[in-house]
């Protein structure tokens, strides 16, 4: 029940989110993201049934993605943008650890190793040129962003977990690097409401997702 509450005030939330990045809107995000981005935290905190490590690094990386949310608002100002990369980076470690944690080596796990490893050395070499002195930090949170993706392949293996939740973080974790370029798009390569209207469902998909799998793993 309380799952589709709060889908139904996702949505609207995310519809107002969009218009506000069209518009340019610091305000206006200030007044709709923050509201957002804790819905996925609030979803994970009530679906949670016991004191798993998994729910707990779950919730913690959900909570760290609440702080880069709120920062990259400001993706404008440089230091600002950097706290929320180092946020949304501490994330994808907790991600990473908590997926790891409950995964399988197996053929899925490095086929999708392979694949993402090949498509983040091709990002950041077409990035790479525009990053300036932000390379360090932008390979850093490439690199742990695709040991978080093959962190939900190694959990896919797991065939004895339930496979709702598998695929919930498999789908979750490929569709939150998907979002990610877009932001690196953005923020890089061309500045475009494209990126926004593309990344931000792509995102929100993803860390729903990501919260949803608390309540079967």
């Not at 016991?50 to 729910?55: F, I």
């Not at 980076?89 to 694949?115: D, K, N, Q, R």
């Not at 990053?131 to 093959?150: E, H």
């Given at each position: 029940m309380f799952q589709s509450i709060i889908l139904s005030l996702a949505l609207p939330l995310l519809i107002g989110?969009?218009?506000f990045e069209?518009?340019?809107?610091?305000?206006?995000?200030?007044?709709?993201?923050?509201l957002l981005s804790s819905l996925f935290v609030v979803l994970a905190f009530?679906?949670?049934q016991e004191n798993s490590t998994y729910n707990h690094l779950i919730l913690t990386g959900l909570i760290l993605s609440l702080v880069g949310d709120i920062c990259l608002i400001f993706f404008f100002h440089k230091k600002v943008f950097t706290a929320g990369l180092v946020a949304f980076l501490a994330g994808h470690v907790m991600y990473t650890m908590a997926f790891s944690g409950l995964g399988e080596v197996?053929?899925?796990m490095i086929t999708v190793g392979v694949i993402f490893i090949l498509i983040?050395?091709?990002?950041?070499?077409?990035?790479n040129s525009h990053l300036g002195n932000m390379k360090g930090p932008i390979l850093a949170y490439i690199i742990f962003i695709t040991a978080m993706v093959v962190g939900a392949g190694s959990l896919w293996n797991h065939s004895a977990l339930d496979i709702t939740g598998r695929s919930l973080v498999l789908v979750g974790g490929i569709l939150f690097y998907a979002s990610d370029i877009f932001v690196a798009r953005h923020r890089f390569v061309q500045k475009e409401f494209l990126n926004r209207a593309i990344g931000l469902?792509?995102?929100y998909t993803a860390q729903f997702m990501i919260a949803f799998s608390t309540g079967y793993l």
């Amino acid at each position: 029940m309380f799952q589709s509450i709060i889908l139904s005030l996702a949505l609207p939330l995310l519809i107002g989110l969009l218009y506000f990045e069209k518009k340019e809107s610091v305000k206006g995000l200030l007044s709709v993201k923050p509201l957002l981005s804790s819905l996925f935290v609030v979803l994970a905190f009530l679906q949670i049934q016991e004191n798993s490590t998994y729910n707990h690094l779950i919730l913690t990386g959900l909570i760290l993605s609440l702080v880069g949310d709120i920062c990259l608002i400001f993706f404008f100002h440089k230091k600002v943008f950097t706290a929320g990369l180092v946020a949304f980076l501490a994330g994808h470690v907790m991600y990473t650890m908590a997926f790891s944690g409950l995964g399988e080596v197996g053929e899925l796990m490095i086929t999708v190793g392979v694949i993402f490893i090949l498509i983040s050395i091709i990002i950041f070499m077409r990035l790479n040129s525009h990053l300036g002195n932000m390379k360090g930090p932008i390979l850093a949170y490439i690199i742990f962003i695709t040991a978080m993706v093959v962190g939900a392949g190694s959990l896919w293996n797991h065939s004895a977990l339930d496979i709702t939740g598998r695929s919930l973080v498999l789908v979750g974790g490929i569709l939150f690097y998907a979002s990610d370029i877009f932001v690196a798009r953005h923020r890089f390569v061309q500045k475009e409401f494209l990126n926004r209207a593309i990344g931000l469902p792509l995102y929100y998909t993803a860390q729903f997702m990501i919260a949803f799998s608390t309540g079967y793993l």
